[in-house]
């Protein structure tokens, strides 16, 4: 397994791509990440996310179509897909491309297994993500505190 990373947007929000021998996972492609994506994920699978907020979400669309792709989430995040309380992501929900996860669920892609993680707080759905000992934390934590808990839904 190979990890590449890369920040996006004003929240400075990590996008991941998870390689695999033949195949890529894309976890949190926050905005402006599709075009680093195309560039960078030779055969991306799935799309993970550690949340619904829309600094995690806003390329799911547009790299879920691309690709033909799934979007796992916790189902608990549905509220951000559907309607933003923030108002800032527009996309319609598209619900073709999401698998609503139940909390702790286990996602089996290619005989890798992730665990998602229920740690609510920041979002209602909050998730860490667990790929062969490796974890994804979304905003549960920040470098030097713990993820906020001052939105909506939080």
């Not at 926050?30 to 390329?59: C, S």
């Not at 527009?90 to 290619?110: A, C, G, M, T």
């Not at 890798?112 to 000992?133: Q, V």
Request: charged content about 25%; proline content about 5%; glycine content about 6%.
């Amino acid at each position: 397994m190979e990890i590449e990373k890369r920040a996006f947007g004003e929240y400075r929000t990590n996008c991941y791509l998870v390689r695999f021998g033949g195949f890529d996972i894309v976890i949190d492609p926050g905005i402006g990440a599709f075009e680093w994506i195309k560039e960078k994920a030779k055969n991306p699978v799935a799309i993970l996310l550690t949340h619904g907020h829309f600094d995690h979400v806003w390329d799911i669309y547009k790299t879920a179509k691309y690709y033909n792709i799934k979007v796992y989430i916790n189902y608990l995040d549905e509220v951000f897909l559907k309607d933003d309380p923030f108002h800032l992501f527009r996309e319609e929900f598209q619900p073709k491309y999401i698998s609503f996860l139940d909390s702790n669920s286990v996602v089996n892609l290619d005989k890798i297994n992730i665990k998602f993680h229920h740690l609510p707080g920041h979002s209602p759905g909050s998730s860490i993500l667990e790929i062969e000992n490796c974890y994804f934390s979304g905003d549960v934590i920040f470098r030097n505190s713990i993820g906020r808990f001052d939105f909506p839904y939080s």
